[in-house]
């Protein structure tokens, strides 16, 4: 059975930080693109960053770029998100999802297959 754990959100002032993680079970890690993705309330979900287990590849949406940092650990089958100088506009319920890379890497051009409960993140003064 496939598992994506999510963890790590809170509430935040603005300009500070927080790390997420995701521990995935249940598929060959070292042959998956994990992602994350953020929804606010009444906005569509949007890609935040994704990084490939298979070729290294990292890619980032230009709203993170410079403050978001995604990293693997194989090890640990984990993938952390660093998130640093919080903005109000980063609010939003933080997913996790996974799909197996095919060969093109970050950023994938398909669905993802797999995606795991949500984390909360709130930054507001």
């Known amino acids: 059975e496939v598992q994506l754990q999510a963890s790590g959100g809170g509430l935040v002032q603005p300009g500070g930080s927080l790390r997420l993680s995701c521990v995935a079970s249940?598929?060959?890690?070292?042959?998956?693109?994990i992602g994350w993705f953020r929804q606010a309330p009444g906005k569509e979900r949007e890609g935040v960053s994704c990084?490939?287990?298979?070729?290294?590849?990292?890619t980032y949406a230009d709203s993170v770029k410079g403050r978001f940092t995604i990293s693997s650990d194989k090890a640990k089958n984990t993938v952390n998100l660093q998130m640093n100088s919080l903005k109000p506009e980063d609010t939003g319920v933080y997913y996790c999802?996974?799909?197996?890379?095919?060969?093109?890497?970050?950023?994938?051009?398909?669905?993802?297959?797999?995606r795991g409960q949500g984390t909360l993140v709130t930054v507001s003064s």
């Open positions: 249940g598929f060959r890690f070292d042959d998956y693109i």
């Open positions: 990084i490939s287990n298979s070729d290294g590849s990292i």
């Open positions: 999802e996974a799909v197996q890379d095919y060969g093109l890497g970050c950023p994938v051009p398909y669905d993802y297959d797999y």
